[in-house]
């Protein structure tokens, strides 16, 4: 489905997948429902990440507009 979204081959994800499970960014688990299907998660070091860049933007943009 996500190969199918974004419109690359299955092969091309799941590598990139296996990357980023492997540096620690997502976590892949076995679907209850569907034992085919893998659901991806974010792992804490991604949602930290992702924290840190939202806040800088957001001081960015104060910065810019004066604010603080």
């Known amino acids: 489905q996500l190969s199918d979204h974004i419109m690359v081959n299955k092969s091309n994800v799941a590598r990139q997948l296996s990357t980023l499970e492997n540096e620690g960014w997502i976590t892949r688990q076995t679907s209850a429902q569907d034992k085919r299907v893998y659901e991806v998660y974010p792992t804490e ?10 806040m800088k933007k957001r001081i960015q943009r104060c910065t810019r507009l004066k604010i603080i």
């Open 45 to 54: 070091k991604t949602l930290n990440m992702l924290l840190k860049t939202l």
